[in-house]
C-alpha cells in the first residue's frame, strides 16, 4: 500500500494481494498508511485490478479459533471508525469490487464514486450467515434511504454500480477511464474549502452516529462473533473458501 500527494489531495492506494482482502496485515498496513496523511486537506481512497476490495480474507480467518476472532474483528472495527472519523473529507473511487467488507470500508468516505464496469458492490453477510458489526451498520443506516437497507443489509443482495446509485450505495457512476480523475477532482474541491469550517462540520455530523458505534461495539463484537462461528455459517463460509481455493 502507498499513498501518493496530489497537491493537498492525499491519494492512498490500497495493494494487498489480488483483491485486497481484509486480514490481520491489511488491518495493519492499512492503518500505518493513515499515520502518513500529514497535513493533506482531503483524501481519496482507491484498489487495484478488478476489486476495490473483496471483503475480509476467509481462507486466513476461518480457522481461528473465538478470541482471535474477536481480537480481529476489534482491529477491524478501529480501523473502519478511525476512517469514518477522519478529521479532513475521504473520497472512495471503487474501482471494482467493493463486497462485504470492502463495501464496509467504502461505507466510511464522505463520498463514493464507482467505475461504469462488470462490479459487485453491496454486503452480502447475510447470504453467508454472517451478522454485521457495529461499525458498518450505524454507517450503513446513517448514509443510504432506509427503503435501501432491507435489500442491502437483510438480504445482503449484491448490485452493478448504477443499480447501487439507485440505492444510494454510490454518489456518482463514472467511466472507469475517468474515475481516479474524477475522484480527485472532487477531492480537490473539498480540499479547497476553508479546512477549520469543514473538520468541525465533519465532525459534528458524525459524533452521533460514533457514539452509537460505541455505546454498542462490544455487545455487538460478540454477537457478530457468534454468528461467524455458527454451524450453519461455517459450513458456508467453507464452501465459500473451498470455491476461491479451486479458482
Not at 502507498?2 to 497537491?7: A, C, L, M, N, W
Not at 476467509?58 to 469514518?84: C, G, K, W
Not at 447470504?127 to 442491502?152: F, H, K
Not at 477549520?196 to 452509537?212: C, N
Request: hydrophobic share 50%; with cysteine; net charge neutral.
Amino acid at each position: 500500500m502507498r499513498i501518493e500527494r496530489h497537491g493537498s489531495v492525499a491519494l492512498l492506494r490500497i495493494e494487498s494481494g489480488k483483491v485486497n482482502a481484509i486480514g490481520p496485515s491489511f488491518v495493519e498496513a492499512l492503518s500505518k498508511l493513515l499515520d502518513g496523511l500529514g497535513d493533506a486537506d482531503a483524501a481519496v481512497i482507491t484498489g487495484q485490478g478488478g476489486a476495490f476490495s473483496a471483503g475480509l480474507d476467509l481462507p486466513t480467518l476461518v480457522d481461528l479459533d473465538r478470541p482471535s476472532m474477536y481480537r480481529f474483528i476489534e482491529q477491524f472495527n478501529a480501523l473502519m471508525l478511525r476512517l469514518f472519523e477522519l478529521p479532513i473529507p475521504l473520497v472512495a473511487a471503487l474501482n471494482g469490487h467493493a463486497i462485504a467488507g470492502g463495501c464496509g470500508l467504502a461505507l466510511q468516505a464522505d463520498l463514493r464514486l464507482a467505475a461504469d464496469r462488470d462490479a459487485r458492490i453491496g454486503l452480502n453477510e447475510a447470504q453467508l450467515g454472517v451478522g454485521l458489526p457495529a461499525i458498518l451498520l450505524e454507517t450503513l443506516r446513517a448514509q443510504v434511504p432506509a427503503s435501501s437497507l432491507g435489500p442491502i443489509a437483510l438480504e445482503g443482495r449484491l448490485f452493478s454500480p448504477r443499480e447501487a446509485l439507485q440505492l444510494g450505495l454510490v454518489h456518482e457512476v463514472v467511466p472507469e477511464a475517468d474515475l481516479l480523475a474524477r475522484a480527485l477532482e472532487r477531492a480537490q474541491a473539498l480540499a479547497a474549502l476553508p479546512p477549520a469550517g469543514v473538520r468541525q462540520i465533519k465532525a459534528s455530523l458524525r459524533r452521533p452516529i460514533s457514539a452509537l458505534i460505541r455505546a454498542g461495539a462490544a455487545a455487538e463484537s460478540e454477537r457478530w462473533v457468534a454468528s461467524w462461528l455458527d454451524e450453519k455459517s461455517q459450513a458456508k463460509l467453507r464452501a465459500t473458501v473451498a470455491r476461491l481455493k479451486q479458482r
